[in-house]
């Protein structure tokens, strides 16, 4: 399982790092701005890691190969399950953060 989860990041490292360069853009943006677009947007960011690993596993051809490793289908619907809940977590975390930061009066204390 540790394997099929790694083999996610590395198909998607590329993209991996864009998303953490756009997502820290989101955040700093969050915490200076008054508006909660940033907070939507970081909401929905890391998902779009999970759809494209959908898109990498179709255009790698990634089933074919997945069919002649000793795993089970059980296993390889656990390891997207795992990457959709890491995701989804990620993205709950840094809103809360965003929000403890843009509520708790750290901003106003870092302006003066």
């Keep these: 399982?540790?394997?099929?989860?790694?083999?996610e990041i590395y198909s998607m490292k590329r993209a991996l790092k864009f998303y953490v360069l756009l997502w820290?853009?989101?955040?700093?943006?969050?915490?200076?701005?008054?508006?909660?677009?940033?907070?939507?947007?970081?909401?929905?960011?890391?998902?779009?890691?999970v759809v494209n690993s959908f898109s990498y596993h179709n255009v790698s051809k990634?089933?074919?190969y997945a069919n002649t490793l000793p795993v089970t289908k059980k296993q390889l619907v656990g390891v997207q399950y795992l990457l959709a809940v890491l995701t989804i977590l990620l993205s709950v975390a840094s809103c809360i953060l965003l929000s403890v930061i843009r509520c708790g009066?750290?901003?106003s204390h870092i302006a003066e």
């Design 24 to 49: 820290g853009i989101y955040f700093v943006v969050g915490i200076f701005s008054a508006s909660s677009v940033s907070t939507y947007l970081m909401t929905f960011l890391p998902l779009m890691i």
């Design 1 to 7: 399982m540790k394997g099929l989860f790694l083999q």
């Design 105 to 107: 009066g750290l901003v």
């Design 62 to 64: 990634w089933d074919v």
